[in-house]
């Protein structure tokens, strides 16, 4: 079998990658080029494009593919390609990011043959964006009272769009937000600003739209995403002083309001098994998960293992 050269993503890879993920939409914030971009500066990811199929490789830790995107009978001939890619590299397939989509989708082609696990510290919250545009309702009372006291302790607050004109002032914001969190003495919030950074630095080269909000003048809070696919918007980036009471709240809805408001749903990603985080997630009352897990092989069968079929 000839070897594949995968490659790190790079800015000009984003159309070609993107039109893989216009194949096969998906709800899940990995299938984004600017996610992958901004994350394969951290992550050991490569790509490359297999029977017709765009694929991610991760080996950092043993190795492990995305679930392909593409067509459907491309995206089974690259299965079966890393089936056998795998093999001579003395293992079994495995695969990471497996939406339950997906794994219904390879358990048609190969029934019983594979499992998954789902871990739920990689769920995807995704909400109705009309919900989160008026917080109607009892079991949102609690977040308006949130906006309602900023709005009392800040009359000369205001909204605007990311451009040009304000990205500086974010940056800079991004890294006293930095200082004052302790991120230099922490490898994943550290990696986490980079990530933030590159977003705000590269905003327009990865097609992303942000928001920006002030309190006398000044950024006490952004936030950054981009289209996920036809009718969700994923939210990537959301930063604000903890020190300004209701800053979270008050971008998160008037990011909603003026940017997300042609979509359905908006993704707000995982909370990374962070019990303070899963808390403030499920207090805005999610729609859905996008549950992702980690597809092997099964174990063989007795008869499997002595070469008959069952």
């Known amino acids: 079998m000839k070897d594949i050269e995968f ?4 800015l000009e890879d984003r159309e070609l990658i993107s039109s893989y993920f216009e194949k096969a939409p998906s709800r899940s914030c990995e299938r984004t080029f600017a996610n992958v971009y901004l994350w394969s500066r951290r992550y050991h990811v490569r790509y ?4 017709g199929a765009l694929v991610f490789m991760d080996d ?3 190795l492990m593919f995305a679930y392909p995107a593409g067509e459907p009978e491309a995206v089974k001939r690259a299965l079966e390609f890393l089936k056998s890619y795998s093999e001579e590299r003395g293992c079994s397939l495995k695969l990471y990011n497996v939406t339950e989509e997906n794994f219904a989708q390879m358990d048609s082609w190969y029934p019983g043959k594979y499992q998954i696990e789902y871990d739920r510290d990689e769920a995807d919250y995704v909400y109705e964006t009309e919900k989160l545009a008026t917080l109607a309702g009892k079991k949102l009372h609690g977040k308006r009272n949130h906006i309602n006291k900023f709005k009392s302790l800040h009359e000369n607050w205001s909204y605007e769009s990311l451009d040009d004109d304000n990205v500086e002032e974010c940056f800079q914001m991004a890294l006293k937000w930095r200082t004052d ?3 230099e003495d922490d490898a994943e919030k550290n990696a986490e600003m980079c990530v933030t950074l590159n977003s705000l630095r590269l905003y327009k ?4 739209v942000g928001g920006v909000l002030r309190v006398d003048g000044k950024v006490v809070a952004f936030t ?3 289209q996920n696919c036809r009718d969700t918007f994923v939210v ?3 930063k604000a002083f903890a020190d300004v009471d209701g800053a979270y709240p008050m971008i998160n809805q008037q990011f909603v309001q003026h940017e997300c408001m042609e979509y359905a749903y908006v993704n707000r990603e995982d909370d990374a098994g962070s019990e303070g985080l899963r808390k403030a997630k499920l207090s805005y009352r999610p729609a859905f998960l996008v549950q992702k897990g980690f597809v092997t092989r099964k174990s063989k069968t007795p008869l499997e293992a002595t070469g008959h079929q069952v």
């Open 181 to 183: 969190n302790g991120c």
């Open 205 to 208: 080269e990865l097609g992303m």
């Open 224 to 226: 950054v995403g981009e």
């Open 236 to 238: 990537h980036i959301e």
């Open 60 to 62: 950092e830790d043993g």
């Open 7 to 10: 490659k790190r993503p790079e």
């Open 48 to 51: 490359a494009v297999i029977e």
